[in-house]
């Protein structure tokens, strides 16, 4: 880790190497007081390799602000190299041009979970690409036997492989066995890890989990990008343009137009487009705006664009004020002693039974429909 000290005007007054460890921080936090008042401390990587030391800036008071890495173009006229580097970011922060907030370390285990969560599905996706590939090439025999075969069948018949022939066959199915083995694992992996995920996030922000459209995955994603203190974003503007869903002005002279903007977490706008294509295919709201701006004559493109944006700012909502979410612990007991089932239940609403026993669970949220449900039954 390297720090470097900057004056009022600017100029270079001192820099030096310290550890990445609790001992380190403390001499680098010393190296600064000794140099006299110290204005704000640039961090780049708060959330990663900076996280450490973040923690022990702001556990002395000082003020600490996220800066991001210099340009290339910059990085090609001055060079690359730690002390640059830190002089880049004190004079990033001592000019204002770096002012935000560092995220507080109260969404670190959904992170965690978060990332796990993915690496399983990419390496379960490549355990199946793998067993694919392997029977392009296998012998006729076992081509035919498991290459018909597709999804979960394909995975349960090879894993209950018992690998017999010559020496090809014998490889060739003790490595698609132990690869429809790893996919098993995996895939439990995953489940476990998705379910851990929901019952954090449910437990941190419980209306961004209940909003429409907002799975584990999703609510996750959002508050790793908003970060557990959202309220350093000033408006629902700045959160928008983080998650890269907001217009960016590209006008000059008399023309005045803005662009699709390409920057922020794509991630989170990654988020975002599920939540509208969920939204998109069941929601009625949303199908009528769809049929209308369809009328307008927009594109699909451009009425995601225009959907994404718009659920930024009820996702913004979430994360920066209480949102109180109905509760639905009740209506399950209640149906059971009422002796009425889901299918009777699903029929007097014209849904299907999956969906009240999603809204029974918490699972899905409807507010319109938990309400007469509840009625519905008390009068039963």
Request: hydrophobic share 40%.
């Amino acid at each position: 880790m390297h720090v470097a000290v900057i004056g009022d005007n600017g100029g270079h007054l001192a820099d030096a190497k310290f550890a990445t460890t609790t001992a380190g921080y403390a001499a680098a936090l010393a190296f600064l007081d000794a140099h006299g008042h110290v204005i704000a401390i640039g961090v780049e990587g708060t959330a990663s390799y900076g996280a450490g030391f973040t923690r022990a800036a702001r556990s002395h008071g000082h003020r600490v602000v996220e800066v991001n890495r210099p340009d290339r173009a910059e990085r090609r006229r001055i060079g690359k190299s730690d002390p640059i580097d830190a002089y880049a970011a004190a004079r990033a922060a001592f000019s204002g041009r770096a002012s935000s907030s560092p995220k507080d370390d109260t969404v670190a285990g959904i992170r965690a979970l978060h990332n796990t969560a993915r690496s399983a599905v990419k390496a379960r996706t490549a355990a199946l690409n793998q067993i694919t590939h392997i029977l392009f090439a296998a012998p006729e025999s076992i081509r035919a036997k498991y290459g018909r075969l597709t999804g979960t069948d394909r995975t349960d018949a090879l894993a209950r492989l018992r690998p017999a022939g010559d020496a090809v066959h014998v490889a060739v199915l003790t490595a698609l066995k132990n690869l429809a083995r790893r996919v098993k694992e995996l895939t439990a992996e995953h489940t476990a890890l998705t379910k851990a995920l929901d019952s954090e996030a449910t437990a941190h922000n419980p209306g961004l989990r209940a909003a429409y459209g907002v799975g584990p995955d999703t609510a996750a994603q959002l508050l790793i990008t908003a970060g557990g203190n959202p309220e350093r974003m000033r408006t629902e503007a700045s959160f928008a343009a983080l998650c890269g869903a907001a217009p960016v002005p590209a006008s000059s002279g008399r023309t005045n137009r803005h662009r699709l903007s390409r920057g922020g977490d794509r991630a989170a706008n990654a988020a975002l487009y599920r939540i509208a294509l969920v939204r998109m295919s069941s929601d009625p709201r949303t199908r009528e705006y769809v049929a209308r701006q369809t009328a307008a004559g927009r594109t699909k493109k451009e009425i995601i664009r225009l959907l994404k944006r718009a659920i930024s700012r009820e996702i913004f909502r979430c994360l920066t004020t209480v949102v109180t979410v109905p509760v639905t612990a009740d209506l399950r007991p209640l149906r059971r002693a009422k002796n009425i089932t889901l299918t009777a239940a699903a029929q007097h609403f014209g849904v299907w039974p999956t969906a009240i026993s999603r809204l029974e669970r918490g699972l899905s949220r409807d507010d319109d429909l938990s309400h007469a449900y509840r009625e519905w039954l008390q009068a039963a």
